[in-house]
């Protein structure tokens, strides 16, 4: 009888702790999709060049020049980052039905799915200490350092 009760607290456990990586995964992904969708799915989308001219806490702005035969605008913005400079010119992608843009390229994509690669550390920690399956776990948090150091390195 001993034996079937630690059986059933085992599988518990695991499908616990499973749970817990799943949803730290589909957290993550969630999170990044938001702005990802954007740079990966922009054709059709109304591409242009934001010239930063100022700098808050959360966002930067200045004037939008898109790309064919649209008007320049002013007061545009964009979520802050490290990398963004006063008098950077950066190529972007307006969101629809906003006056919110996201930065494209190589640079924005990785940029976009920062949250992933955090949330691929995270779900590696419950993977190799709750389930015990090192080398998953060692592989997702490698995916999830790469995505993060590529992230830094292309901005």
């Known amino acids: ?69 649209a008007a320049p605008r002013e007061g545009m913005t964009i979520e802050k980052s490290v990398a963004v400079k006063k008098g950077a010119k950066l190529p972007v992608v307006l969101k629809p039905d906003s006056e919110e843009l996201v930065r494209t390229g190589t640079a924005g994509a990785l940029y976009a799915w920062h949250p992933m690669g955090g949330a691929l550390l995270l779900a590696a920690l419950v993977i190799g200490g709750g389930l015990r399956l090192t080398r998953i776990a060692w592989a997702t948090a490698a995916a999830g350092g790469a995505l993060l150091v590529g992230a830094f390195l292309a901005l």
């Open 1 to 69: 009888m001993s034996s079937n009760r630690t059986r059933m607290l085992l599988y518990g456990r695991r499908a616990a702790m499973a749970g817990v990586a799943l949803l730290l995964l589909v957290a993550g992904f969630w999170s990044s999709w938001g702005d990802a969708q954007h740079v990966l799915l922009a054709k059709g989308r109304e591409h242009g060049t934001l010239r930063v001219a100022d700098c808050g806490e959360e966002t930067c702005t200045g004037p939008y020049d898109p790309e064919g035969s």
